[in-house]
T-cell receptor, first 110, second 116 residues
Framework: KQEVTQIPAALSVPEGENLVLNCSFT??????LQWFRQDPGKGLTSLLL???SQREQTSGRLNASLDKSSGRSTLYIAASQPGDSATYLC?????????WGAGTKLIIKP | GAGVSQSPSNKVTEKGKDVELRCDPI?????LYWYRQSLGQGLEFLIY????????KSGLPSDRFSAERTGGSVSTLTIQRTQQEDSAVYLC???FGLGFYNSPLHFGNGTRLTVT
């Protein structure tokens, strides 16, 4: 059974730091990966989509990588800002089933 | 509309009443998903549609839950005889195709359901 683990479950860092959020999965037969953020009381906002043939995607201060051989994806946030505070979730699609991590709650302290 | 629209945004209902939640996906999106999120918890898959067909209903918690989609567009999630444990945020998402192939998943802002 495919499982997705996000580590850490919560993270608090000072503003300006670079940070990495981790997402690991048990089955390399995944197709595509998407990272989302969720603000309190809101739905999920798509951040980055990495298709199976790709290894990474970048958008502004965000960079996401996908390494299927090691069963891992990372979300790198550069020069963190208080507005980055949110819960970050990763999800994979595997044969059209979407498998979700439980999320990392990120707090950026001013 | 430009995004996934869900209505109502908030719903308070008495235990035992039926409720209907609506999702209007992005135009042209053939895949539609319903999820439930309880306070402080992750996403719980309920059901997905490919067009008007629901190939996987395995996530529906009980037979009190049902969903339909018509015209390959709007979907409604119906909960009959609501119970307090049904209280949660119900999220709808849509994409051009199943999974993330060539298309990210777009979420609505959800319907917060409170059963008193």
């Amino acid at each position: 059974k495919q499982e997705v683990t996000q580590i850490p479950a919560a993270l608090s860092v000072p503003e300006g730091e670079n940070l990495v959020l981790n997402c690991s999965f048990t089955d390399s037969a995944i197709y595509n990966l998407q990272w989302f953020r969720q603000d309190p009381g809101k739905g999920l906002t798509s951040l980055l989509l990495i298709q199976s043939s790709q290894r990474e995607q970048t958008s502004g201060r965000l960079n996401a990588s996908l390494d299927k051989s090691s069963g891992r994806s990372t979300l790198y946030i550069a020069a963190s800002q208080p507005g980055d505070s949110a819960t970050y979730l990763c999800a994979f699609d595997s044969n059209y089933q979407l498998i979700w991590g439980a999320g990392t709650k990120l707090i950026i302290k001013p | 509309g430009a995004g996934v629209s869900q209505s109502p945004s908030n719903k308070v209902t008495e235990k035992g009443k039926d409720v209907e939640l609506r999702c209007d996906p992005i135009s042209g999106h053939t895949a539609l998903y319903w999820y439930r999120q309880s306070l402080g918890q992750g996403l719980e898959f309920l059901i997905y549609f490919q067009g008007n067909s629901a190939p996987d209903k395995s996530g529906l918690p009980s037979d009190r839950f049902s969903a339909e989609r018509t015209g390959g567009s709007v979907s409604t999630l119906t909960i009959q005889r609501t119970q307090q444990e049904d209280s949660a945020v119900y999220l709808c998402a849509s994409s051009f195709g199943l999974g993330f192939y060539n298309s990210p998943l777009h979420f609505g802002n959800g319907t917060r359901l409170t059963v008193t």
